[in-house]
């Protein structure tokens, strides 16, 4: 677990990147029932959006909240 902020903040990237990238393609290959390159060209234009979000969300809020 990171031990100072800038640890923090480098696993929150990594985190929210990786969960957000994986998360996003998974939704998507549901939504389209199949892998294709239609998934791939959708799973990557709502990647930059979700991706902002997660990390606002876990940066200002949620680690506010799990730190006490």
Request: with cysteine; glycine share 8%.
């Amino acid at each position: 677990m990171p031990q100072n902020k800038r640890e923090s903040l480098i696993y929150t990237v990594l985190m929210c990147f990786v969960m957000v990238f994986w998360m996003s393609y998974y939704n998507v290959i549901l939504m389209y029932g199949g892998f294709s390159t239609e998934v791939l060209a959708a799973g990557w234009l709502g990647f930059p959006f979700a991706y902002v979000f997660a990390m606002c969300c876990d940066w200002f809020l949620i680690s506010k909240l799990a730190n006490g």
